[in-house]
């Protein structure tokens, strides 16, 4: 089958993640353990013992890359097969770029880590936040967030997951203030996420540079398959091309949907390494089946099918 490689971004992460593979997969254990002296500190604690770091970004960012990446080479020591494309959300595009070779181990552990880092530092000063739209076309979001924005509020979309699902990153103020307008517009739902960085919007635009210099240091200019841009919904599969991308991936929205949609026809089915978030969410895009791999029996089913 002709298939797509997906990673999943911040928001997959819960406590227990990838403990099955570093039970039962020598590979997982030493992916753990090269972690932990590549950071710094015991990557099985932030993994498998209950705390507050894995919902903190510059935590939670290494974390969900390290799952994926687990999933990812156990997948691949079973089945050789060379994906169409690969495509993360947010986060999960350094995860693809793990995928495609562009990024080591050790060096996509040490730049999500930072890139957190930077992240946290960009929104420290203010009190910012993400929210979840359920029922809305994207359409309305963006009226409802251009015409807040002229009144003075600080409000964008942030996300484009799926058909009638949209989350707006801005000062949390501001977007507490247009609950009500949203669900007056149609909004099923809108949820305040627990979040403390605003994603995806201007807001963190101080981020860019330093990262970018982490990316030039970090990146090899070696992509087995072209990733799709979270930025520009269009493929790229160069060093060069990533280094603009993934800075401006920043400050730009996430556009999961539009970028499904687009190379949906060419491919016959997908894999999700480390999650099922995206299987959601592609139910809603694609008749095509997602195979979510989360711990050793989700691997072995989907390995199966290519053997």
Known sequence: MKTAFIFPGQGSQSLGMGKDFYEHSTTAKQMVEQASDALGWDMRTLLFEPSDRLEQTQYTQPAIFLVSA???????????????????HSLGEFSALYGTGAL?????????????????????????????????????????????????????????????????????????ALEETFKQAGAKRALVLPMSV?????????????????????????????????????????KEEA????????????????????????????????????KGLNRRITQKPTHGIVDMASLEQAAALYL
């Open 70 to 88: 687990i999933a990812y080479r156990l997948f691949m020591e079973r089945v050789a097969l060379a994906p169409t494309f690969l495509l993360g």
């Open 198 to 238: 605003a994603s995806h919007c201007p807001l963190i635009e101080s981020a860019g540079e330093a990262l970018l210099a982490l990316m030039q240091a970090s990146l090899k200019n070696t992509f087995s398959a072209p990733i799709v841009s979270n930025v520009t919904a269009k493929a790229y599969q160069s």
């Open 104 to 176: 080591e181990l050790e060096a996509g552990l040490k730049l999500v880590h930072e890139r957190g880092n930077l992240m946290v530092q960009a929104c420290k000063s203010r009190e910012v936040g993400m929210m979840a739209l359920l029922g809305l076309e994207d359409v309305d979001v963006e009226n409802i967030c251009a015409k807040a924005r002229d009144g003075g509020r600080e409000v964008w979309p942030a996300n484009y997951n799926s058909p009638g699902q949209i989350v707006v990153a801005g000062v949390k103020a501001d977007l507490i």
């Open 243 to 278: 280094l603009s991308l993934l800075k401006n991936q920043l400050t730009m929205p996430v556009l999961y949907k539009q970028s499904l949609e687009a190379f949906d026809p060419h491919v016959e089915a997908y894999v999700e390494f480390g999650g099922t978030v995206l």
